[in-house]
């Protein structure tokens, strides 16, 4: 093969291009009278690993990346929300009153933006009505946090637009109070948009930090900043969006929690969190002989999957801790392994980019997000960054897949 398939780079826009689209659209969707509207962004993310242990009381290590969703926002005097988005130019927009905002009443991503004052509300935040528009360079529907990214925007925009005091200085983020709004952000997806996910990503988009994974022990919901600066160490990761398609809300992600739980339950531990390593077999033979054997056989592999990825993580930080990152690349891989055959949520676009990337010198490789469909990553040395990209765009080609989009992630900022 002589030439490379074009290789489609999703870039990041710069802080200030991103501001400027966002008052642009503000002015043209609702003019210039009255108060300008200030702007907040918020950024998708990516998880090193600890998949599907969110919920599981587990770990996970994301960082944030530095594509952001970014909001204009302005406060009104009465209960009506008035929304649109950049990305829907056509359209006139969402307009509802907060009084009727409750689950099953908002669809579509309106249901991010008024869902987080709705779950601000029930923490007894006092929050009015406001006009917003949103615009984003994360993309969308790829496992990278778009919907986390809104919410979280929104959160930051609508605490200090209300004045709240839960983010914080810019230069001094208030851990305590983010992790507030990022309860927030998780009833706004749970309960009014209706995904059933976990939280990890919430708390990457509002507690992560520049420079540094985000370490989130789901159990308390604490975190520890631990340095990873790939670039320092002539590394790159490599994001690959598969484009094939991924949606939370349908019955895959749901059903995964739900065995888990059910799984906890009849081991009598209130997460799987709970249950050691080393007690990982006895613990698998005792499920195994609790229900039918095609439900226990299922329960095993999903349980097996959530304890080994949680010590996954836990080796993964002793490495970067020990400053050795290029050896974190065969827990990658095992991590891919096990949510594959172990958890059932990769596909085949996912594996093909996977093997593609190790082939062609990745240091390792895995799904990250939800899975069936979205994205992967790979590790690999900051040199080898176009012909591992070139030889996944290659594979894809030879499936006959629709072409996949690329960037390089590095570790950003939180929102504010
Ligand atoms: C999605 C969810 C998260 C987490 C991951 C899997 O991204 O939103 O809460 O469960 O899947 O690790």
Do not use: K
Not at 157 to 164: E, K, V, Y
Not at 229 to 237: F, I, M
Not at 286 to 299: F, G, H, I, M, N
């Amino acid at each position: 093969m002589s030439t490379t398939p074009p290789l489609a780079r999703v870039d990041a826009w710069a802080p200030e291009a991103g501001t400027e689209r966002v008052r642009a659209a503000f002015t043209e969707r609702f003019g210039t009278d009255g108060p300008a509207p200030g702007v907040w962004s918020a950024p998708g993310r990516v998880n090193l690993i600890g998949e599907h242990t969110d919920y599981n009381g587990g770990l996970c290590l994301p960082i944030a990346l530095p594509h952001r969703t970014y909001v204009a926002l302005r406060a009104r005097q009465d209960d009506v929300v008035r929304l649109a988005s950049a990305q829907e130019p056509g359209s006139g927009g969402v307009e509802l009153r907060l009084a009727d905002v409750a689950p099953g009443t908002v669809d579509g991503w309106a249901a991010y933006v008024v869902g987080v004052a709705w779950g601000l509300a029930g923490q007894g935040h006092r929050v009015r009505g406001f006009d917003a528009v949103v615009d984003s360079c994360v993309p969308y529907g790829a496992g990278l946090s778009s919907s986390a990214a809104l919410e979280s925007a929104v959160a930051v925009a609508l605490d200090a637009t209300f004045g709240l005091g839960l983010a914080g200085p810019v230069d001094a983020p208030d851990d305590a109070g983010r992790t507030v709004l990022a309860a927030a952000c998780v009833r706004a997806e749970n309960d009014i948009a209706g995904a059933p996910t976990g939280g990890m990503d919430q708390a990457a988009s509002l507690r992560a930090r520049a420079g540094h994974a985000l370490l989130l022990d789901c159990l308390d919901a604490s975190v520890r900043h631990v340095p990873f600066d790939l670039e320092a160490q002539g590394l790159a990761l490599l994001v690959v969006d598969t484009r094939a398609a991924h949606a939370l809300v349908d019955g895959q992600y749901a059903a995964r929690r739900a065995t888990c739980e059910a799984a906890a339950a009849s081991l009598g531990v209130a997460t799987l969190r709970e249950i050691a390593p080393d007690d990982l077999d006895t613990a698998l033979d005792r499920l195994a002989a609790t229900s039918e054997a095609d439900v226990a056989e299922v329960a095993v592999r999903r349980v097996r999957h959530v304890v080994t990825e949680i010590a996954r993580v836990e080796a993964v930080v002793a490495l970067l801790d020990a400053d050795r990152v290029r050896d974190i690349g065969p827990l990658l891989d095992a991590s891919h392994t096990s949510l594959r055959d172990d958890y059932e949520v990769s596909c085949v676009e996912l594996d093909v980019a996977v093997e593609a990337a190790r082939s062609a010198g990745a240091l390792g490789a895995r799904m990250t997000g939800g899975g069936f469909g979205g994205s992967a990553i790979a590790l690999v040395e900051a040199s080898d960054v176009e012909p591992v990209a070139a030889a996944v765009a290659w594979a894809f080609v030879a499936h006959g897949f629709t072409p996949p989009a690329f960037l390089v992630a590095t570790a950003a900022a939180s929102a504010h």
